[in-house]
């Protein structure tokens, strides 16, 4: 039997970002978990809800431009340090060591596997929340996450998952099957049955 807990966000895990800006003339970085694919189409476009309260919206607003660095497991204390601080009153531009995208105003993380450039597009308003949108502009990984074919191996990133429910960070388990592979067999038993 199912307990109701109520309206109760269960979507986690969520895939953990830093969200980089320039404010003030300096690059500062947020730990953003509240992130979304918006379409697979081109170009495509990304979601990230960040409170009103912070500091880093400030930059993206004023250049409409951001950055969105996957951070590996080896990023923990990091990561998490700069969503405990705020850009307001700490200087977060030295903590790491950055490289240049296509768009100036997007601070890159040279110590993040995957890096993405974002180009801002709108912003919805939630109230307490923003949730910013970004047509992705360009994506750098790092030779040592790539597969044979180019595509990213999220087994070589090791990227952070935050859950909200335990207040903990995770990592991904094993891989369990392949997407628009796994339900083949029964999508042809189901499809034969009904001839």
């Given at each position: ?8 966000n269960?979507?986690y ?15 500062n970085?947020?730990a953003v978990?509240?992130?979304?694919i ?27 431009e ?8 080896n ?31 997007a601070?890159?993380?040279k ?5 993405m ?30 597969r044979a074919?180019?595509?990213?191996d999220?087994?070589r ?8 429910s ?11 099957a ?7 067999e029964?999508k ?8």
């Amino acid at each position: 039997m199912k307990r109701n807990l109520g309206p109760v966000n269960a979507l986690y895990p969520s895939l953990t970002t830093i969200v980089g800006a320039v404010v003030n003339g300096k690059p500062n970085f947020l730990a953003v978990a509240h992130v979304g694919i918006m379409n697979h189409g081109q170009p495509q476009f990304l979601s990230f809800g960040i409170n009103k309260k912070h500091h880093t919206p400030k930059g993206i607003i004023e250049h409409g431009e951001f950055s969105v660095c996957i951070p590996g497991e080896n990023l923990v204390v990091e990561t998490d340090y700069v969503g405990l601080v705020s850009g307001k009153n700490t200087d977060k531009s030295q903590l790491f060591e950055l490289f240049q995208g296509e768009l100036a105003h997007a601070p890159l993380i040279k110590g993040c596997p995957v890096c993405m450039e974002c180009r801002l597009s709108r912003v919805v308003d939630f109230g307490t929340h923003d949730v910013f949108i970004g047509e992705l502009v360009a994506t750098h990984a790092d030779e040592g996450v790539l597969r044979a074919d180019g595509g990213i191996d999220l087994a070589r990133v090791r990227p952070l998952l935050f859950d909200m429910s335990s207040m903990k960070y995770w990592s991904l388990g094993a891989e369990v099957a392949p997407c628009w592979g796994a339900g083949k067999e029964l999508k042809q038993r189901l499809r034969a049955g009904a001839e």
